[in-house]
């Protein structure tokens, strides 16, 4: 039963520690694209969703818009616009932030 | 041989025909555009599998590509199994010959189309569903009821539309491979290709070949599971769009299918077989020219034209159907939808089927012919009210004349709500042997009128209510409710006693009837991101009056089916985890059948499993069919005595084979 608890015990810590370690930077990126259809909607996503550094991918055809939330240090904003113009589209920054989870202490 | 001669005449025919279109003028978006194919995907993260249409007259039930990919979806059959509108089962329990049931009626009375062609006619529908792969189709149309008269009047319980991959997808090459442990395979290759920088010229080559090349005997009954089969299917269609005006698309196809099914080969060559040889080209194009500048008024002419061949011999030819089918259709329209609230459609259309057949020893050839004019008024009252009114004349060539009405409402009070009803007339010409196909897979004497082709007509009324439910702001939860009946003025019967198969019209059987009445609730949710729980339960009660059976129960259909489907998505689909289980009601059988208790089959479990791993233009998927292992007991009559007079082996009423575990891939390479 001790070594139960023992193992229990390990794997909660190593789970702790690995969990505690420095808070991943992330921000939250919106391009204005040249998407017009939804055939560009699906090309998007299919593709930038394997792009190095990308954590999460919103493609909306209404407004033409790609919102990326990504980890910094693994890509950045000139990187994922290239990934964009890439795939035949235009990319231009609007809005760069740090998502609501990395603002936290 | 037969393959090879085949393959290279259709070849060569697919390598003149772009040359002979090229001259052809040009067209619009034929019949309009279809917006709900892929509705799910225009604002995404991640697309929905099974939904159903919010903006839609007639209740639509679409399958999507990313529903296309929750099971190995090898053929159009499986890829109604998270449906429970549709149920997928076996003509027989030898050849492999799908089919679909809707609304407690066979799948013959629901019209098959491929982008708005009506297909699977005739001596195409027995193995249709197996011969349209699942991953040559971009999405399926579900509609239930009674839909437009524009394609004819066929559709007397539904209407499934295929949308085919396009030229303008931007995936200059597309393969999946899959393996089943049975030793099922099959590949896909698919290449669209622009041709210019404007996209005036645009095409989409698929390819698909398919086998099982080691037959099992998971049930000990000495027969295979699935025949030894071997199939081979070619298609390249084409798109001209002129940014200004005309539209063309044509397309050729060719596919040619062997199957042996049968006993086992260990029983040497003097077993009990069944060689089916099907070959089938088709060649369409369609047109559309715009008459004005917005697009508003358009002309649209559709043609098509179909071979179909099929040579089958049971067991050493002592029963044999050999035939051939011609198909020519041919559609021209008129639509205005110049004025909002106000569209028309207008047009003629006829459809002439030659057969030639050798039914049992006996010749037989019909030259079936339907003419019809009709018009469409549909008014639309912004979102709220839509009416679609139709109108449709048709001469048969035996049958005479005949009137077909129809009629969709749709209401819609606010954005959380959707109240739809509809219906009308349906009419098609009968082609009874083929539309039983499974019946020559039995040993009885086949007696009445198989070779004439009357016309089987019904009246199909409904509703359907669906609520989106408004604490979901993104509509992703809703219930719907929805009822469908239909009353047939007449139809081909089949009736099994202990040693006949008879066929008869139920014109000349005084005071005979045929309906079902069919129920559905659907719900669907996302109770977190990337997780869909979607539920879905079809109760039907199907009534057909036949000299044979002790009670009025139309034999060999279920009562009832239940769906849950699970999904689960990690964020950007990376991994993707499918789980289905269905419940099956039980089915009346025909009273010959012995050991039913009560006369109906047991309910049984069916799970499907399937784990999805994405990377960058690859996926790699693993998952398992049938994990219950769950299989009809005995569902070969007489099968120690093949050659015997009770062999019988058309009354299928659950899964042939057992567990089935599968693997594959698809990589695209992206423009």
Redesign the interface.
Known sequence: MKKTFAILAAAILSAALLTSGKPVDKRQVTFVTSIECKKCVEKVRENMSFEKGVEDLEVTLDDQTVKITYNTAKTDTTKLGAAIRKLGYTAKVVKDTPTPASKRP | MKHLSFLLFSVLFIGLAPRAEAQMPDTTGIYGERKDS?EA?????RQAGNYLSKGKEIRTEVISAAGLCKMACCSLAESFENSASVTVGYADAVTGARQIRLLGQNGIYTQMLDENRPVMRGLSAPFGLNYVPGQWLESIQIAKGMTSVINGVESMTGQINMEHR?P???KPLYIQASAMADTKCDLNVISSLQLDDMQKWSTVILAHVDGNFKPMDGNGDGFMDDPRQLQFNFANRWLYFNPGGIQVRFGVRAISDSRLGGQMETFGEDRWKADILNRNLNGYVKVGLPLNEDGSKSFAVVADYTYQNMESSYSFARRSYDAGQNTAFANILYQDNSNEAHHFTAGISNTFDFYKETVLGKQASARLNDLGAFGEYTFHSGDVFSMIAGLRGDWYNLGGFRFSPRLTLKYSPDESIVLRANGGRGIRYSVPLVDNFGVLSSAKTITGDYISHPLEESWTFGGNATWYMPFDKSGKTWLSVDYFGSIFTNQVFIEYTDTEIQFSEMKDRPGSYSRTHNFQVDFSTEPFRGFTVTLTGRYTDARQSLACQSDDVKPMTSRYKGVLNLQYAT????WIFDFTASVNGPCRVWDFMKGYEGGYSPVFPLLYAQVTR????WDIYFGGENLTNYRQPNPIIGYDAPFGPDFDASCVWGPVSGIKIYAGFRF?L??
Do not use: M
């Not at chain 2, 964020?571 to 990376?574: C, F, G, P, T």
């Not at chain 2, 994405?614 to 233009?617: D, E, N, P, T, V």
């Open positions: 892929l995907a225009v604002f995404v993260s396009k303008t997808d931007e964020r950007l689909n990376k994405r990377f960058k233009g695209t992206w423009k």
